[in-house]
């Protein structure tokens, strides 16, 4: 079955325990929680990752070869500086949807840039939760239907 790893980034294993302002109340395990709802009704498997550690989630990148068909990235705070993310991207060629719990956009300037979406399909930020229920609607709609 089609396979699409859901990557999650640093400190988004506090998501649900602090600043509910900025982001929300649901917990990372409920959101996961959600993506395997989805996944059930949308016929992919999925494995849902996080990790605080660049080098941890690279490697993550890397293991998609062979295992995954698409990849879903919430890189955190990594989506603004590494461009060892971005590398680990495009050798992998695995197609990748850079996603975000905030509206990236209205937020502070250094939140604008984003090294993912230069080798991204395309960004989904500002639905919360929701975001990660949508980027794998997009996921599968790619990997599975006509494309034309
Ligand atoms: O909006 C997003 O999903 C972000 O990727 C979240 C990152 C931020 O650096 C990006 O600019 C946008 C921050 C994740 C921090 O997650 C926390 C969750 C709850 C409490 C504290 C941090």
Do not use: W
């Not at 699409?4 to 109340?25: A, T």
């Not at 989805?38 to 996080?50: N, P, S």
């Not at 949807?97 to 993912?116: G, K, P, Q, T, W």
């Amino acid at each position: 079955m089609t396979s699409v790893l859901i990557l999650n980034g640093p400190n988004l294993n506090l998501l649900g325990q602090r600043q509910p302002q900025v982001y929300g109340r649901t917990t990372l395990d409920e959101v996961a929680g959600m993506c395997r709802t989805a996944a059930e009704r949308l016929g992919v498997d999925i494995v849902f990752e996080q990790s605080n550690h660049e080098g941890t989630m690279i490697d993550l990148i890397h293991a998609t070869r062979g295992r995954h068909q698409g990849l879903i990235l919430n890189a955190g705070a990594y989506t603004h500086t590494s461009i060892a993310l971005m590398d680990a991207i495009s050798s992998s060629e695995v197609p990748t949807i850079e996603l975000h719990l905030s509206n990236v956009h209205a937020r502070e300037d250094f939140r604008h840039r984003s090294y993912i979406a230069k080798v991204a399909l395309g960004v989904i930020c500002g639905f919360g939760p929701r975001g990660y229920v949508l980027a794998l609607e997009a996921m599968a709609a790619h990997l599975l239907e006509d494309r034309s």
